[in-house]
């Protein structure tokens, strides 16, 4: 073995965290524009979890670079309201090959957060 060391876990968040606000800033055009997909209080719905979702990422990349102890709690209900946002939008007649990589980021994120390696990264 050459002595490499694992990757430094608040770059690996913080990666997972850009990756995600990317996503939401693509995904915007769609969620909060007029794509006549679905009936009008579940695109209603869906908008005003987007808007909330977007501002938990943000929260959530700022307490991970700081390290902050409820950054932890943050990065879970961000990865499962991603996953909700992506179920309304499939409910809504989305397709679902357009939020299949917006989930899976979103599982991901999960099972990292779970491990107790990471929560101990955030225990003050």
């Not at 524009?33 to 695109?43: F, K, L, S």
């Not at 987007?50 to 991970?64: D, K, M, P, R, T």
């Amino acid at each position: 073995m050459t002595g490499v060391s694992p990757p430094n876990p608040r770059l690996a968040l913080g990666l997972l965290a850009l990756i995600m606000a990317l996503q939401g800033f693509f995904a915007s055009a769609t969620i909060l524009g007029d794509d006549g997909v679905g009936d009008e209080t579940v695109r209603l719905l869906t908008r005003l979890a987007f808007v909330v979702y977007v501002g938990l990422i943000a929260a959530f990349a700022f307490g991970v670079w700081r390290r902050l102890d409820w950054a932890w709690a943050v990065g879970l209900v961000v990865a499962g309201l991603g996953l909700v946002i992506a179920g309304l939008q499939i409910a809504a007649g989305g397709p679902i090959d357009r939020y299949a990589l917006g989930m899976v980021i979103d599982a991901a994120l999960i099972y990292y957060l779970s491990k107790a390696s990471t929560r101990a990264l955030f225990d003050a």
